[in-house]
């Protein structure tokens, strides 16, 4: 039986976080967002991230 459709060896890699883009940030350097993170829910701005509940 499958369950999924994908490569469970290359999984790791299409998930992995990246922190550079926005080093050095208060939403990276404390908070702990990946790049990621910053760019699908701060629309790539690391200076909204107080705008979370």
Known sequence: MVFNDYDDE???DEFESTYERY???YAQEVEGFSDEAIDEAFE???DAYWNID
Request: glycine share 22%; net charge negative; no cysteine.
């Open 10 to 12: 290359n999984i790791d």
């Open 44 to 46: 790539g701005d690391p």
């Open 23 to 25: 080093n050095g940030s």
